[in-house]
């Protein structure tokens, strides 16, 4: 800015030596002067973050480069250049008052940078921006400089054009190092040096200046290639003017010499003078005698001319005229160049001989103009130049033919005046005359070109070292703090944590696995994980360390006890995984060890409640329940309306609470993993059909019919556990007919699906709300939920159903439309078909068919034996009273509250049915079992009748397993009924 004030002051004060400095320089325009104050003013606003303020100038100062360029551009004058100042000294320039094209350039892109600086909200994008155009700046001010340092005028002078003024260039170096300076302050030095763009604007102005000094070689050669060039044909048409003159001159004296003689020589005479004149001049082709008519009398040589002799040249109009012209100003005269008959380009100089003011005649010599040029260029130095000869606009020589894609380089003319003609000579270097130039531009180029690559690749390597050195730092520093962390973490965690060498040594513990193990750290330490594990747990241990040391597992988890200081057994959950050195081999073991010996005590305590609350609700409720069916079904006689009203209510509330004890055992044996499933293959068709005569009784509850509306072929199969495929079928089926309008029908469905078998339960109730879709088969859900539920039920039954299929191997879904109704479906694996022979129907063995029912699975019928007799051993004397009640007439039912009891009556009685329960006062019901033969003298069949669910060794065991509460009183007597008259014909158990 201080800069352009002092020019603004040269100019206004008339003082030359601000303006100009040196007489032999550029002066500095006025308008260049002020966009330097106006680029200072924009800089200093934007340092203060006056950054509109800053965009505005920046505007002001691009739009009048923009118009000098455009005003260069399309040759016009826009009125701008002495808009504010005129002066004398302006007239220096090629175009008053502008500033050159290299000037407002620079200062389009120093408005370009401020107006950018202005607008763009992030900084860094700002600072890229005056990074980029600043070391433009800097590189085409500081190229100006240099060429006016070492004289290459092309860097700064572009053409005819105006030229930027010595001091103009130093003005844009300021400005370019002020707009860098900006961005250092803007940023700040480490922001900066760490911005990866940095070597973008470095490459770009290394790529700028390389350009513009090899544009100014280029220039330097050309004008010192015109400057040869002018010379060289200065010197040509020298060498061509003087040596013409001389021959001119003696074809001149050879006619003077005929004048003066006594009198013109005879022929002989003649000829030999001619030949004389050939050989002391090789360029004369010919010479001619003209006699006075004009008339060509004798030539030399003979050989080839001998057509001229008798030929009359003033009949034609151009030589006429020479020669009329020869004969008026008394000297020789040149013909216009033409073809001559021997062959090429040449002339003819007509040089008269007058004898007494009278014209004698005319001594003619052809001249050829090849060999005119070339035996005066001969040795001369013309090898790098094409010389071109041209009279007129007609080219009557050159040196040599120019190639159609050959480079036309700088040429310079000079006129040779010759009497009668005038020659113009055309010299023009060839690449040779560049040959020691050319190279050396060409090399800096490359290393201008080289260098603007290699130092930006400089600065990205040492920002890359540098980042490399703070990402080092940072990962150095994250080491210590991941170090420190995991030191607190480790030290200070409340589970048990240890470093466990490959070989089993403790390497490192921490507080909470000595407090668990009851061991000091130095004690711990001095022993191995083998030593404290109990015996029959290590295996399990050591076989998946093999494991992961193979590489075939990332870590394990298992449950394992180890051994406490004091002897007791710790129970634990193990977490190990496996660390690696840098080579991929073994290093150490992470263990994780969280005590669970609470847990596991809570476990069994819980074990032992269910068991509990199985035996002691489930049977009550089974007595309950049976007591009010055989009283409403009117077993003992007749009630008062009102009296069976309230029957019917009690019965109703307690299948109620028996589905609701029912669903939260089963949740709770699900989410203990205790969940036993025993798979077998059941025929679809004869499954479904079963389905729904056994919950015949929830469509009658609700006056919904259930409809088979679709079966697979009867040899279709899967692979499921009966009970629970039918606690499937109840939970859906009794759903479908709670959602169900009275008189409306449940379609049932089942189709093979390649590999699949898919069961579809479909209603046209209310539909599932879009709300209720994800959540439907969570606990506790329903879809009409409110405070006071329209219908029955705990909300676990879709929640139980969902995860018995899936623990099946099976997917469940379900598609609703709300006024619409639901189908819900559920898919399970085909069983490959097998031929029928291979297929049973579950007999187990001669008569005795095993009979595994869950719940309301499975009804029976067969004829009905007189009155058998049956041992229900059962401690619950009200429930075996209950199924004598409900056997009456059917069979007789003798109690046993005991084990002891019941061995003394099979040994002293016979029996065609043994009901057992397991849970009995002096021991397990089961322990009857391995006795039963040998007390009872005979095979009797056996029907466990418990709270608690049995295990499959358990059930191959006998012939039915029953589980209080799941099924009905007159469900149990047909049960009981239809075994005894399959047992009848073959005794067996």
């Known amino acids: 800015m201080l800069l352009g004030i002092v020019v603004i002051v040269g100019w206004h004060g008339d003082l030359p030596a601000l303006v100009q400095i040196s007489p032999g320089l550029a002066p500095m325009?006025?308008?260049?002067a002020l966009g330097f104050v106006l680029v200072g003013m924009s800089l200093l606003f934007s340092i203060r973050d006056y950054r509109r303020t800053a965009a505005v100038l920046g505007g002001f100062i691009g739009a009048l480069a923009l118009l000098t360029l455009l005003e260069y551009g399309l040759d016009r004058d826009f009125g701008i250049d002495q808009a504010l100042f005129k002066a004398p000294l302006m007239d220096q320039t090629s175009h008053a008052g502008r500033m050159s094209p290299l000037t407002a350039l620079c200062f389009l892109l120093s408005g370009l940078n401020l107006l950018l600086a202005g607008l763009l909200q992030r900084r860094s994008f700002r600072s890229f921006s005056s990074a980029l155009f600043g070391s433009l700046i800097l590189a085409l001010g500081g190229m100006a400089l240099i060429g006016y340092l070492t004289g290459l005028v092309g860097v700064y002078a572009w053409g005819q054009m105006t030229r930027m003024a010595a001091h103009t260039s130093v003005g844009f170096v300021l400005a370019g190092i002020a707009m860098l300076g900006w961005v250092w302050h803007g940023g700040g030095r480490r922001e900066l040096a760490s911005r990866r763009w940095v070597p973008i604007p470095v490459g770009i102005a290394c790529l700028t200046a390389t350009f513009v000094f090899w544009q100014a070689m280029l220039s330097y050669e050309r004008q010192t290639a015109l400057q040869a060039t002018e010379a060289m044909a200065d010197s040509t048409s020298g060498l061509i003017q003087a040596t013409m003159d001389s021959w001119i001159l003696a074809i001149t004296r050879m006619a003077q010499r005929m004048e003066t003689a006594a009198q013109l020589p005879r022929r002989e005479e003649w000829e030999s003078d001619a030949r004389n004149y050939l050989e002391d001049i090789p360029v004369i082709h010919a010479l001619e005698?003209?006699?006075?008519?004009?008339?060509?009398?004798?030539?030399?040589?003979?050989?080839?001319?001998?057509?001229?002799?008798?030929?009359?040249?003033?009949?034609?109009?151009?030589?006429?005229?020479?020669?009329?012209?020869?004969?008026?100003?008394?000297?020789?005269?040149?013909?216009?160049?033409?073809?001559?008959?021997?062959?090429?380009?040449?002339?003819?100089?007509f040089s008269p001989v007058h004898r007494e003011d009278e014209a004698r005649g005319f001594v003619v010599a052809v001249l050829h103009v090849d060999q005119i040029v070339e035996s005066i260029l001969t040795g001369r130095g013309t090898d790098d130049y094409r010389i071109e000869l041209f009279e007129g606009a007609s080219r009557i020589y050159t040196s040599s033919v120019p190639t159609p894609d050959e480079q036309r380089l700088p040429s310079a003319r000079?006129?040779?005046?010759?009497?009668?003609?005038?020659?113009?000579?055309?010299?023009?270097?060839i690449s040779a005359v560049l040959a020691g130039w050319s190279p050396f531009?060409?090399?800096?180029?490359?290393?201008?070109?080289?260098?603007?690559?290699?130092?930006?690749?400089?600065?990205?390597?040492?920002?890359?070292?540098?980042?490399?050195?703070?990402?080092?730092?940072?990962?150095?520093?994250q080491v210590r703090e991941n170090e420190e962390r995991f030191?607190?973490?480790f030290g200070d965690a409340p589970i048990g944590m240890a470093l466990v060498g490959t070989d089993g040594r403790w390497l490192r513990v921490n507080h909470s696995l000595c407090r668990m193990l009851g061991y000091s750290p130095e004690e711990l330490l001095a022993t191995n994980f083998q030593t404290l594990t109990h015996?029959?747990?290590?295996?399990?241990?050591?076989?998946?360390?093999?494991?992961?040391?193979?590489?075939?597992?990332?870590?394990?988890?298992?449950?394992?006890?180890?051994?406490?200081?004091?002897?007791?057994?710790?129970?634990?959950?193990?977490?190990?995984?496996?660390?690696?050195?840098?080579?991929?081999?073994?290093?150490?073991?992470?263990?994780?060890?969280?005590?669970?010996?609470?847990?596991?005590?809570?476990?069994?305590?819980?074990?032992?409640?269910?068991?509990?609350?199985?035996?002691?609700?489930?049977?009550?409720?089974?007595?309950?329940?049976?007591?009010?069916?055989?009283?409403?079904?009117?077993?003992?006689?007749?009630?008062?309306?009102?009296?069976?009203?309230?029957?019917?209510?009690?019965?109703?509330?307690?299948?109620?609470?028996?589905?609701?004890?029912?669903?939260?055992?089963?949740?709770?044996k699900i989410e203990s993993g205790k969940l036993q499933l025993h798979l077998t293959n059941i025929r679809v068709a004869d499954f479904l059909r079963e389905a729904l005569q056994g919950n015949q009784g929830y469509g009658e509850k609700y006056q919904v019919r259930f409809e088979l509306e679709q079966a697979p072929a009867d040899k279709v199969e899967v692979a499921a556990d009966p009970d629970r495929l039918m606690q499937v079928m109840a939970n859906l089926l009794s759903n479908a007919a709670k959602f169900s309008n009275a008189g409306e029908s449940v379609r049932i469905r089942a189709r093979a699906q390649g590999q699949l078998v898919r069961i579809e339960v479909a209603d046209t109730g209310a539909g599932i709300p879009q709300?209720?879709?994800?959540?439907?088969?969570?606990?506790?859900?329903?879809?009409?939920?409110?405070?006071?539920?329209?219908?029955?039920g705990t909300g676990l039954g879709l929640s139980i159903t969902r995860q018995l299929v899936e623990a099946m191997g099976g997917k469940i879904g379900f598609e609703s439309a709300v006024g619409k109704g639901t189908t819900f479906h559920f898919e399970l694996p085909q069983v490959a078909l097998q031929p029928a022979a291979a297929h049973t129907d579950g007999a187990s063995g001669g008569a005795n068919r095993r009979v595994l029912i869950y719940g309301d699975e499975l009804t029976m019928t067969g004829e009905r034996p007189a009155l058998p007799r049956i041992l229900h051993v059962e401690d619950d004397v009200d429930l075996s009273n209950v199924i004598d009640a409900a056997l009456t007439g059917k069979a007789a039912v003798v109690t046993a509250t005991s084990l002891q009891m019941a061995q003394q009556l099979l040994s002293e009685q016979s029996f065609s049915l043994v009901v057992l329960d397991i849970a009995l006062p002096d021991g397990s019901g089961l322990e009857l079992l391995e006795r039963l033969d040998q007390d009872s003298g005979k095979a009797v069949p056996v029907v466990i009748l418990s709270a608690s669910e049995t295990t499959h060794e358990t059930r191959s065991q006998v012939a039915a397993a029953l589980v209080k509460s799941r099924m009905s009183e007159t469900r149990v007597v047909e049960t009981l009924l239809a075994l005894i008259r399959k047992a009848s014909g073959t005794p067996s158990r």
């Not at 030539?299 to 001229?308: A, D, R, T, Y």
Request: net charge neutral.
């Open 535 to 668: 015996p029959d747990d290590l295996n399990a241990d050591l076989d998946q360390i093999k494991k992961i040391m193979a590489g075939e597992i990332a870590s394990y988890d298992m449950e394992k006890r180890y051994l406490h200081k004091s002897g007791r057994l710790v129970e634990a959950s193990l977490h190990v995984s496996l660390i690696r050195d840098r080579r991929g081999q073994p290093a150490y073991f992470v263990s994780q060890i969280v005590d669970i010996t609470q847990r596991k005590e809570m476990e069994r305590m819980k074990s032992e409640f269910v068991s509990t609350v199985s035996h002691e609700l489930r049977t009550p409720l089974t007595s309950i329940r049976g007591s009010l069916g055989l009283i409403e079904a009117g077993a003992l006689g007749p009630l008062p309306e009102k009296v069976a009203g309230m029957v019917r209510i009690a019965h109703q509330n307690s299948e109620r609470l028996i589905h609701i004890i029912n669903d939260i055992l089963d949740i709770e």
């Open 29 to 32: 325009q006025y308008n260049t």
């Open 289 to 349: 005698w003209l006699d006075s008519t004009s008339v060509v009398r004798w030539v030399i040589p003979l050989e080839g001319n001998k057509e001229l002799i008798g030929t009359n040249p003033n009949q034609e109009p151009t030589r006429q005229r020479i020669m009329l012209e020869a004969q008026r100003t008394h000297a020789t005269q040149l013909s216009p160049a033409l073809e001559l008959i021997q062959g090429g380009q040449g002339v003819l100089a």
């Open 414 to 429: 000079s006129v040779v005046t010759l009497p009668g003609a005038s020659w113009t000579v055309q010299v023009e270097p």
């Open 487 to 489: 030191r607190r973490a």
């Open 441 to 477: 531009i060409a090399i800096v180029a490359l290393a201008g070109l080289i260098v603007s690559l290699l130092v930006p690749a400089c600065i990205a390597f040492a920002q890359a070292a540098a980042r490399r050195a703070r990402e080092a730092e940072r990962s150095a520093e």
């Open 771 to 792: 709300e209720f879709h994800a959540s439907i088969f969570e606990k506790f859900v329903q879809a009409e939920s409110t405070t006071a539920r329209r219908f029955e």
